[in-house]
Every structure is written in structure tokens, then in C-alpha cells.
């Protein structure tokens, strides 16, 4: 699971807020920055993302150890910040003058090149420094010297004073001297000795060295530098050879020249050849079997090349390509190769077939209306920051997390149906049971297109549907009594009569309601615009009843509408008619038929509603969950627990709410019968509110979470 930095740094600022016994701060903070499903609640998973174990143990090893994170961080950094400073102290050239002094008495060190040394002395310590920070990278022992060869021609010294540098860095390494003795030559990098070197080419290069430190200036300068720069010349023409005698071999063999590679290859290899010359031609510049494994790599790269381009001048026509048979590799973000999808034509053609409509202001101010009530209301910010966007927890991957209350109604319906593809249907078959609960990214993405297809061909009372897809622009200027807020005047509208164009345009359209912002809005405005927005007025006990309540809660007439295909105000079966005096009889409509998800209600428990036989025993064990003014879902693995009727039964239940931030998997085992007796002594007063529910579909049943925390 991936995190962000703003996740992280609010998880520090609340852990130490909380440790600090701030509440009323942290009060403030969760209202004006509030938690999201990414936030990290525990201490020790802070500490393993922000990779400071480490610094965890050793502050628990003081004398008074830091409470919070951000203290020890904040510690961490105030040392390092005192280190470097009294590493640049030492560096300083008035207090390393005892150090200087003894390498400049070292028989390593010629005076020809001792004045170069001491104007050098403060650098050689600083890049001592760097060479140990870099050691991890470059493969360094600690152990080892580092030879100024390898370093920067800025911090060299001269070509008579080359030995090594020692990296180790420690407190009790840092008085002794930087240059180990002529004596541990043999230990060396292999490199060709520089042989007859005189003592004016030596004072040269140490007033090239000032040249290039700005000490001397002028007409002796530029005359140093030109004599400098030929001699440089004359060292490379060999090289050079050699570099145009390989490219012409390699011309000869392959019969074509890769321009760009070869240059970039000589460029490097002349700025390689460059440097080491300047640090006076000390080691060699590849070593037999080094160039017979570049030679290598160099052939197999330009022979890819060639293939490459011949792959290119070869590429078929059209006219020769069956575009029914081709076959697009869908690879997801976890590598699953065997995902395959068939790409038809069909695409294409269900596109252009279907016309868009774009959105006018008639049908916006409509849908406003029975959406919240006037076209001055606009959708709340939980509505317009929810999409369809699924879990990375590996036991949760089939979830759709809630990021705000209030669109939940519309995400649990969603969910339901999105279990329902994973497990009763073929979507994967390789997998049954449990396993389909941790779908890869393309399988959880297909059952999302299919779950949308089905409840806008539902509404639609499979004869049409029609969706809402943002087109990025508005299509009317509003005027009168309606208010703009960049939402319904974007949307354009694709009305098809199959559900397989349905599905195809949905598939072509997924990341706006999966990634987007405004996927609940999308998929709630195609569900209404599918089943008319006539029909479900009339589907309404109360014409002006809206589907988006107070606070931005789904009503029972959305949730309805998206499980059964119609906005009716009831959850018990059929209609009903109540006298409400003088002859007057008023009807209450409820669900027509037995549907594939079913819905359990807490207002059942307090009597306030019956829930019929038609969403109480649906066709799949699936429920949308109704607690609290809160929608999650309730689903098992098995369909025989609908038909099993008998005295004693014990079944798995799963709960997911996306709203809870949930971390792990949630497994119930309900006992009904016999095996429920032991439930008589629980304390009535700490019951969950989701074992209410479950009583009411299996009466005294008795429910074990499983050393999971009950949801109270």
C-alpha cells in the first residue's frame, strides 16, 4: 500500500498531539484536516514506513528517552547538524596545521609538491567525508583506502603524492594521518606506474592545479592552458585510434552504423580516458577482460537495434490483420500475465452508434429536484470527492472505500453487487470461495462495469439505460433559479437498448467512476435518468420526496432504486393500502418481487419498519446493512444458508463497512438453534447494533466475532 507524504506527516503531527495529551488541538486538526482511509493509527506501522527502527531503539537506550516520534526525529536531525559542524572545524587549515605537518615530514610526499598539498589540505578532508557517505554505493570497505584516482579532478592531489585515503570515519581514527606509507603499494588498485617523470612536469600540473583555483591570471595562465590542452591531445590520439579502429570493425561485421550509440560510446570513453590522464595517467583505463565484456554488451545492443529497426520496416497492413482475432495482453498493476481480453470491433461500433446527448438546463434543474430538493441546493463535498475507488489491504482488495459520510447508501449497493459478481458468478474462473475475495485490479474492475451495467439496465426495466459521463466542458449557461456548480452542466448522456453496448460503453468510461471524483453523482444521475425521472416520482409514497437527504444521506427510496429498480419509499413486500379516514385510502408502495441483494434494517429491531420476505431472503446471501443512518454490507459465501432451515445451524457471515477505515478482515460465525443458547447471558446493553440486524433474519441467533472488536 502505497502512502503520501501529507498521510504521513499528519499521522506524526496527531501522534504527537496525542502523547502530548493535546485533545482539544486534536479535535481541531480532525475538523479542519479530517482522517481518511490512508491515515495511520498505529505507532509501530509509523515507525516501519518512515524507516526509523533504528533511531526508535537507540532513544529508548537514553537515560530520557523522547515520547513522541517527531521529537526523535527532530533530535536525529539537531546531532547531525552538530557533527558536520565540528567536522568542518576540524577541516579548518589553522587546526589541522599538527596533521599537515606530519604528512608533509612523510617520506611519501616530495618537496616538489608540498606547498600543493598544504593549500590542498582542507579539501582532502572533506572529500574523506564524502568518500564515506558514498562507500554503500561504490562497494568501499570501510577497511580499504581510497585512492585519488577515483576521486574528482577538483580534489585530487598531485600525480607524485596519489596514496590512498582512508574512508573509516570514526572517532578514533580521526587524529591519525589521512595517507597510509609508500609501503602499501602492493595493495592497490592494478594500475600502469607513470614512468619518467620529471620535476617540471610536476610543477606544471601544480600550477595547472592553481590555474584552475583562480591563482594565477593572465597571459601565463592562457599560455599554460594552450600547452596544457596539446599535450592532452598527443595522450589521446592512441585511444582514439583504437576507439575508431573497433568502430570500423564493428562496421565492417554488421554492414550498418548505429550513429548515436557509437558517439555516446566514444564520448564517454574519451571523457573517462580525459580524467584519468589529468590524475596523472595512473590507472588503466579498462583492463583486458573489462573490454571484452563491454566489446560484448556493446554488439549485443547494437544487434537488438538492428532487429528492432528490420521489425519496423516489416510492419503488416491492415488489409492482412483480422481485427475480430486480435487479442490485447492486459497486464494490471500486480503482473498478472494470464489476464487476457479480446478486443472486439464491437467497441468501435457502439461508440459511434450511439449518439451523445449533451446535458440542458430543463433536465438539470429536474434532476436537482429530486436529487436534493431545488435546483439552488448542490451536492454536498462527500458527494463530489466519492468515486468507486477499491482497497490495496491484501484481505480487503474486493472493498470500495468511503472517504466522508453521506453518499454511503450508493457505495453499499455498489459493493453488493460487486460480491456478487466475484463470488456466484464466472467472472474468474480459476478461483471459488475465499480466493475471490483477493481479485486482481483487472478482475475487481470488471465486476465494478458489470455491477453498474446491471443496476442501470434494472432501472431501465431492461429495455434501456442511459449513462452519465463528464465531458470535461459545460454544454448551457445557467440562468434563473438554478444554481451552477460545475457538476450537471458538464454531463453528456449515451442512451443504448443492450445491455452488451451498456457494458462496453461503461468498460469505455470506468476510470470516471472508479478513479474519479464524481462517480457517485455520475452513477446515481444514470440510475435516474434510466428508470425516467416521471417514474420514479411516481414511485414515491410523496411526489417531493428526494433521493439525497438531510445531511447528504442516501434515502430508502436511492438504495431501492439501485438494488431493485425502483424508488419506492417501503422495504416490506407489494403494496399497501391504510384508510386514513373519510374514505380516503392511501398507498404505500413497496418492493414488487424477490430481489439478488437483500437489506436488513436496525429500524426492524426498534419496530419502526417491517423488511419483507422479498429483500430478507434474497437470491444470493448478500445484505445492504441499514444502521444507524449508516449502509454497509453483510454477505456469506454459500447460498444454502437461504434454504437451510433446520433446528441447529452454524454458518460464516463476512462484514465490510468501507466507512471504518478497516484494516482486516471482519468473519462472524452465527449459531441459530441449539447452538444459540449461550446467548441469553450477554449484556443486552453492549450488544452490537449489527447482531440486531442479524436477529432479525435469524431469530436469537448468537454471533461470534472471532477475536475481532465488536462494532458497537
Known amino acids: ?107 611519501a610526499v616530495t618537496p616538489t609538491v608540498m606547498n600543493d598539498t598544504k593549500t590542498e589540505a582542507s579539501t582532502a578532508f572533506v572529500i574523506s567525508k564524502h568518500i564515506k557517505l558514498r562507500s554503500d554505493i561504490g562497494e568501499i570497505c570501510p577497511s580499504q583506502p581510497i585512492y585519488t584516482s577515483l576521486l574528482p579532478e577538483t580534489g585530487g592531489l598531485s600525480s607524485q603524492n596519489q596514496t590512498g585515503f582512508w574512508s573509516c570515519d570514526s572517532e578514533d581514527h580521526k587524529q591519525q594521518p589521512l595517507m597510509a606509507s609508500l609501503q602499501d603499494n602492493e595493495s592497490f588498485i592494478r594500475r600502469e606506474p607513470e614512468k619518467k617523470t620529471s620535476t617540471t612536469e610536476s610543477t606544471q600540473r601544480s600550477r595547472i592545479n592553481r590555474i584552475r583555483r583562480g591563482m594565477i591570471a ?116 500486480d503482473e498478472d500475465l494470464r489476464e487476457l481480453s479480446k478486443v472486439s470491433f464491437q467497441r468501435t461500433v457502439a461508440e459511434h452508434s450511439y449518439a451523445g446527448r449533451p446535458m440542458d438546463q430543463h433536465t438539470a434543474m429536474e434532476l436537482k429536484a429530486i436529487l436534493t430538493g431545488s435546483g439552488l441546493n448542490c451536492f454536498s463535498v462527500e458527494w463530489r470527492n466519492q468515486g468507486f475507488t477499491f482497497s490495496e489491504m491484501h484481505d480487503l482488495r474486493y472493498g470500495i472505500v468511503q472517504k466522508k459520510g453521506g453518499p454511503c447508501g450508493v457505495l453499499a449497493s455498489i459493493q453488493a453487487l460487486v460480491l456478487k459478481k466475484l463470488l456466484f458468478e464466472k467472472v474468474e474462473s480459476s478461483n471459488t470461495g475465499l480466493p475471490r475475495l483477493r481479485p486482481s485490479n483487472t478482475t475487481r474492475r470488471k465486476c465494478l462495469v458489470l455491477a453498474a451495467a446491471e443496476i442501470l439496465w434494472r432501472a431501465g426495466e431492461e429495455k434501456q439505460a442511459t449513462i452519465a459521463i463528464n465531458s470535461g466542458r459545460n454544454h448551457f449557461t445557467p440562468t434563473g433559479r438554478y444554481k451552477s456548480e460545475g457538476v450537471l452542466e458538464k454531463i453528456t ?159 460464516e457471515l463476512y462484514y465490510y463497512d468501507g466507512l471504518a477505515n478497516q484494516q482486516e478482515e471482519i468473519r462472524l460465525t452465527v449459531s441459530v438453534g441449539e447452538s444459540a443458547l449461550s446467548c441469553q447471558d450477554v449484556d443486552t446493553d453492549l450488544i452490537p447494533p449489527l447482531e440486531h440486524c442479524i436477529r432479525t433474519r435469524w431469530k436469537d441467533a448468537f454471533v461470534n466475532w472471532n477475536d475481532t472488536e465488536p462494532i458497537l
Open 1 to 107: 500500500m502505497t502512502v503520501s507524504a501529507d498521510e504521513v506527516s499528519s499521522s506524526v503531527v496527531r501522534e504527537y498531539l496525542s502523547r502530548k495529551g493535546l485533545k482539544r488541538t486534536i479535535a481541531c486538526m480532525d475538523e479542519e484536516h479530517p482522517r481518511t482511509e490512508s491515515s495511520i493509527n498505529n505507532r509501530s506501522q509509523l515507525r516501519q514506513i518512515l524507516n526509523m527502527e533504528g533511531l526508535y531503539r537507540k532513544n529508548k537506550a537514553r537515560i530520557s528517552p523522547l515520547k513522541t516520534l517527531l521529537e526523535i526525529i527532530v533530535q536525529h536531525h539537531i546531532e547531525g547538524l552538530m557533527k558536520d559542524q565540528i567536522t568542518i572545524s576540524k577541516s579548518d587549515p589553522l587546526q589541522s596545521a599538527p596533521t599537515m605537518s606530519r604528512i608533509a615530514n612523510s617520506p
Open 218 to 333: 593572465g597571459p601565463i595562465a592562457s599560455t599554460l592552458q594552450e600547452s596544457n590542452k596539446k599535450r592532452q591531445n598527443r595522450r589521446l590520439e592512441v585511444p582514439q585510434q583504437l576507439l575508431r579502429r573497433e568502430e570500423e570493425n564493428k562496421q565492417s561485421r554488421d554492414g550498418l552504423l548505429v550513429t548515436g550509440i557509437h558517439q555516446k560510446s566514444s564520448e564517454s570513453g574519451l571523457t573517462e580516458i580525459n580524467s584519468a590522464d589529468r590524475l596523472g595517467g595512473q590507472r588503466e583505463l579498462w583492463s583486458a577482460p573489462d573490454r571484452v565484456q563491454r566489446e560484448n554488451s556493446f554488439e549485443k545492443v547494437q544487434q537488438d537495434i538492428l532487429k528492432a529497426n528490420v521489425k519496423s520496416l516489416t510492419r503488416p497492413s491492415v488489409a492482412d490483420l483480422d481485427v475480430a482475432e486480435m487479442v490485447l495482453d492486459d497486464i494490471d498493476d
Open 493 to 651: 448522456c449515451f442512451t443504448v437498448d443492450n445491455i452488451r453496448d451498456l457494458q462496453l460503453l461503461l468498460e469505455r468510461h470506468i476510470d470516471q467512476f472508479e478513479t474519479g471524483v464524481l462517480g457517485c453523482i455520475l452513477l446515481t444521475v444514470s440510475a435516474v435518468l434510466s428508470r425516467c425521472i416521471e417514474k420514479v416520482r411516481d414511485d414515491m409514497d410523496v411526489p417531493t420526496n428526494t433521493l439525497i437527504g438531510a445531511h447528504g444521506y442516501c434515502t430508502q427510496e436511492l438504495v431501492n432504486l439501485l438494488l431493485c429498480g425502483r424508488a419506492v419509499s417501503n422495504v416490506f413486500d407489494n403494496d399497501m393500502e391504510l384508510d386514513s379516514g373519510n374514505g380516503n385510502m392511501t398507498l404505500l408502495k413497496g418492493v414488487k418481487g424477490h430481489c439478488d441483494i437483500g437489506l436488513l434494517s436496525l429500524f426492524e429491531h426498534y419496530n419502526i419498519c417491517k423488511v419483507g420476505a422479498y429483500l430478507k431472503t434474497p437470491r444470493y446471501p448478500i445484505w445492504v446493512v441499514c444502521s444507524e443512518s449508516h449502509f454497509s454490507v453483510l454477505f456469506g459465501l454459500q447460498r444454502e444458508l437461504l434454504t437451510n432451515q433446520g433446528q441447529s445451524l452454524e454458518f
